[in-house]
């Protein structure tokens, strides 16, 4: 296992560290070649980053490094599965993890395949140091913007677990675009009873107008948004 | 005149009759000695005749018994009979052999003879006809029949009889002989059955088998042959050309009819052997590849009689091999291709990863000695892994040189007269294939060389394969030459052909360096390398003539000439 967790013993730039611990970026190398995996770690350190290396794609799914924020610099050529089938394997579990790969020889399908996949660069080795760091840089940008806004999502979606079920078929209504009226007639109440709950529904979902209401409800996943129309 | 000189006097007679006879027979018939000696006895029987009618006389004289006896000797019955055809006289050994009697062998009646009881059912209805047609007209008697012999067994046997007329001309007697003759018959039917056996086997034994006349033309083909071409000697007759113009014009291919007559006539001149393949026109039209061979036979004197020939179906084999030809230089192009674009992606990884190491290490290093506090202790341990990687890079190219280095067998002492013996039989088909003609001039009594074989013929090959591929758009008199000879303390091999010349001598022999539009440019690369290290060289040059040759030359073995 060749697990390794250093830490930056020299950090030159404390450019995107947050308090939280667990919101300090991590570098995850997979690359089967020592010399390389090591190289690469050092270059990621020298840049103030902390790294995750691992030597087989197999090794990564044993460890528990998702929590964080992070990129992946993924070696394609490795023996076993290549980085390009760990990068389709992520995607399928849900780990969307930003990808950086390094290649000894990309040929342009293998390129268009990883950047069609999501990937952030495809790089080839040797690659420049600056090149390298801009990527990884990007994808650990990109990574905590998934996260902020997944935060988001996780947020609204509490919010609406809060509300009741007659509370949720009011806002199903209302993000629909019916008139207090419509709702109802369709629901059987007065149209008193239908501007408290939508009331209730600003209140708990915290939306300072319909406007922010509507986005809020655009930004639930859609399966949990059906579950309101019954 | 005494009884004696009468006897003698008609004995003579009888005797000169058979020699009339024997002359006769000789020269008018031209009758084999068989019949010529059947003649005579005839002719003998004359004379005993009117020795019979002057049976009292010769009795007289006491010297008659002793013709009779003469008569008896000879291997034939002899037998004679009155115009009616009863038996007057019998070699006794008819008696024994039939263990019948004259009388009982005589007319029994109106229409019945004898004979019947002795003579096999089947012929007897013939022999009555015959017999009676004699009877009736003084015709020649001259019959086969089987006779059953005491025993039961029947026998083959031929009669003769010739009636004499008495002064007025009417018939006075019949003097007959009777010869056994089933040797000969079971010999002639086994004959005939062995050459009915003979000629079943030629029609069915699945060849097409063929004759010619010492001149060339055809005289017969099999039914086998027949069935195949659809043509039979018999269309052949009756035509300007000849018989066998006639058959190379039906037959054979259009292409190769000049080779097929060519090769007769050579044959026929030569009187040697020939064989050939070529291609034969179905009845259906289509064109399918045979080996021909011919052998002539050859008379006591040595003198050529006939030819037989046969020719073998063998497009199946021509197109297995053809085939085979192909996806061996299809899998000979493809293992080349990918053996080399296999071996470049290998070397470029296995730089490439310590390459890379070194240079993201490098960049590491730098960074940490460009921070505000140079991390030296850092620094230092990066540049003992960036002198560690750099070693790797060094450690892989020279593995690939070793790589290259390897030979796979050791070098054994050989006969250099024997390795392009067989690298001349590889290449020999495609040679014919393209037209070039291949001629080899070895030097008796070749020094031996030590060499790796494989190797050796793998030059000898690629060097024939591009003499045979650099005269592709030649047109007529593509040949090659093949030459081995001592020069020195070496041997030399040289290759030429007739192609349009090497533009850069020395270039040619670099890796990638080709003037065919496939090629990879490395064949003269390896051979040069393969000669190099057998201790010899090889170079090309451009003769006066524009023939390009390209020579090399391997070290003799000390002064040990082997028999080529």
């Given amino acids: 296992m060749t697990h390794e967790l250093e830490t930056s013993q020299n950090p030159a730039s404390g450019w995107m560290r947050p308090k939280d611990e667990a919101e300090q970026p991590l570098v995850i190398i997979v690359d089967d070649d020592p010399a390389v995996r090591e190289a690469v770690q050092e270059l990621m350190l020298s840049a103030g980053m902390e790294c995750a290396c691992f030597a087989s794609p197999q090794e990564l799914f044993a460890a528990s490094v998702w929590e964080r924020p992070a990129c992946l610099i993924l070696d394609v050529r490795m023996p076993g599965s290549s980085g390009l089938d760990l990068q389709l394997h992520l995607t ?139 | ?324 030809r192909r996806t061996r230089d299809t899998l000979g192009r493809a293992s080349q291709a990918a053996s080399l674009a296999e071996l470049s992606a290998s070397i470029a990884h296995e730089v490439n990863q310590p390459l890379a190491a070194i240079v993201a290490n490098s960049h590491a290093c730098q960074r940490w000695l460009a921070a505000d506090v140079p991390n030296v202790e850092r620094a230092q341990v990066i540049v003992t892994r960036i002198i560690r990687d750099a070693n790797a890079a060094a450690n892989v190219v020279s593995r690939i040189r070793a790589l290259f280095k390897q030979s796979t067998q050791e070098k054994r002492r050989a006969t250099l007269g024997e390795i392009i013996a067989e690298a001349r039989d590889l290449m020999i088909d495609a040679a014919r294939q393209s037209g070039v003609s291949v001629a080899m001039q070895i030097e008796a009594g070749l020094p031996a060389v030590v060499c790796d074989r494989i190797q050796i013929q793998q030059v000898l090959i690629n060097l024939i394969r591009n003499a045979i591929e650099a005269m592709e758009g030649l047109g007529d008199a593509k040949s090659l030459a093949i030459r081995a000879r001592r020069s020195g303390g070496s041997v030399r091999i040289e290759i030429s052909d007739r192609g349009p010349g090497v533009q850069s001598p020395d270039r040619i022999f670099e890796a990638f360096v080709t003037t065919k539009t496939d090629g990879m440019g490395m064949g003269l690369a390896i051979c040069r390398s393969i000669v190099e290290t057998h201790g010899g060289r090889l170079w090309t040059k451009t003769g006066p003539a524009g023939e390009t040759t390209f020579t090399f030359t391997l070290p003799a073995e000390a002064d040990e000439a082997v028999a080529v």
């Fill in chain 1, 92 to 230: 399928a579990s849900g780990r969307r993890k930003p990808i950086v790969f390094l290649t000894g020889h990309g040929d342009i399908p293998m390129t268009v395949q990883a950047m069609k996949a999501g990937a952030i660069d495809f790089l080839t080795k040797p690659v420049r140091d600056q090149t390298l760091l801009d990527a990884v840089t990007a994808g650990i940008r990109k990574d905590l913007a998934q996260r902020a806004d997944e935060r988001i999502v996780e947020r609204n979606v509490r919010r609406l677990e809060s509300l009741s079920p007659r509370e949720r078929r009011v806002l199903y209504e209302v993000a629909r675009g019916r008139a207090n009226k419509q709702i109802a007639f369709d629901l059987g109440i007065s149209e008193v009873t239908v501007k408290l709950h939508r009331a209730n529904v600003m209140r708990k979902m915290q939306a300072s107008s319909i406007g922010d209401l509507v986005r809020t409800w655009e930004s639930l996943p859609a399966p949990m948004r059906e579950t309101c129309a019954a």
């Fill in chain 2, 1 to 324: 005149m005494t009884g004696t000189s009468r006897f003698a006097e008609d004995f003579g007679f009888a005797l000169s009759g058979c020699g009339v006879g024997l002359l006769l027979a000789g020269s008018t018939l031209g009758l084999n000695g068989l019949w010529a000696a059947v003649a005579a006895c005839c002719c003998l029987l004359v004379g005993i005749g009117g020795i019979c009618s002057g049976r009292r006389r010769a009795m007289r004289a006491g010297k008659a018994e002793q013709a009779l006896r003469i008569i008896e000797s000879m291997p034939a019955l002899a037998w004679s009979t009155d115009a009616r055809g009863k038996f007057l006289y019998m070699s006794r050994r008819i008696r024994t052999l039939t263990g019948l009697s004259k009388k009982e062998l005589s007319p029994l009646g109106r229409d019945t003879f004898g004979v019947r009881n002795v003579v096999h059912p089947d012929d007897y209805d013939r022999l009555l006809a015959a017999w009676q047609h004699s009877l009736a007209t003084g015709d020649y008697y001259d019959l086969e029949h089987r006779i059953a012999l005491a025993d039961g067994v029947y026998r083959w046997f031929r009669n003769f009889a010739s009636a004499e007329r008495d002064q007025d001309g009417r018939i006075a007697a019949w003097y007959g002989t009777t010869i056994d003759v089933d040797d000969e018959k079971q010999a002639e039917a086994a004959l005939l059955e062995r050459e009915q056996q003979l000629s079943r086997l030629v029609d069915s034994v699945p060849g097409l088998i063929w004759s010619l006349a010492p001149d060339g033309e055809p005289t017969y083909f099999n039914k086998q042959m027949v069935q195949f071409t659809g043509l039979s000697i018999d269309q052949l007759d009756n035509l300007d050309t000849g018989r066998l113009a006639a058959t190379v014009e039906t037959i054979v291919h259009p292409d190769d009819a000049a080779v097929v007559t060519d090769a007769v006539r050579s044959a026929i001149a030569t009187g040697e052997p020939f064989s050939l393949k070529h291609r034969l026109r179905r009845s259906d039209g289509v064109h399918r590849w045979v080996e021909a061979r011919a052998t002539p036979m050859r008379n006591a004197e040595g003198v050529v009689v006939q030819w037989y020939g046969v020719c073998l179906d063998i497009e199946d084999q021509v197109q297995a091999q053809d085939e085979l």
